[in-house]
């Protein structure tokens, strides 16, 4: 998969497989100007509170360090939602770009391994990368 000129979206994982994910990121785009959309999943359950916007900016900030340290110019956008699948149908366009990084097993798919094959029947062209 090339990086295209509208971008390359990035799901954050778990902290490695979000750092690998951002190091694919990286390679693909390659000076090529394609603009590099880090989505931060945040699930709230229906009785929680959505929380503050301290709590925000600090999760932010960590991803956009992480994004900073794997060499990628990355906006970073923090998803609250109910449901995973609400940052697909609301943050991801049609056919859009992924990138997601996650342990990979044959026995039994990782949460991410899930994740990517969930997007690629969506539609979307997915690069997963397993650290």
Request: hydrophobic fraction near 50%; charged fraction near 20%.
């Amino acid at each position: 998969m090339e990086a295209t000129p509208q971008g390359l979206q990035v799901v954050a994982t778990t902290d490695a497989g979000t750092r690998r994910a951002l190091v694919e990121a990286s390679r693909l785009v390659n000076g090529s100007g394609a603009r590099v959309l880090l989505l931060v999943p945040q699930i709230i359950t229906f009785m929680s509170a959505t929380g503050n916007a301290r709590d925000a900016a600090a999760i932010t900030d960590r991803y956009r360090a992480m994004a900073i340290d794997a060499g990628v110019d990355a906006r970073v956008r923090l998803c609250v939602c109910r449901r995973l699948d609400d940052i697909f149908q609301w943050m991801l366009g049609p056919r859009a770009h992924v990138v997601i990084g996650g342990r990979q097993r044959w026995w039994w798919p990782t949460a991410a391994e899930r994740m990517a094959r969930r997007l690629k029947a969506l539609g979307h062209d997915v690069v997963f990368t397993a650290y």
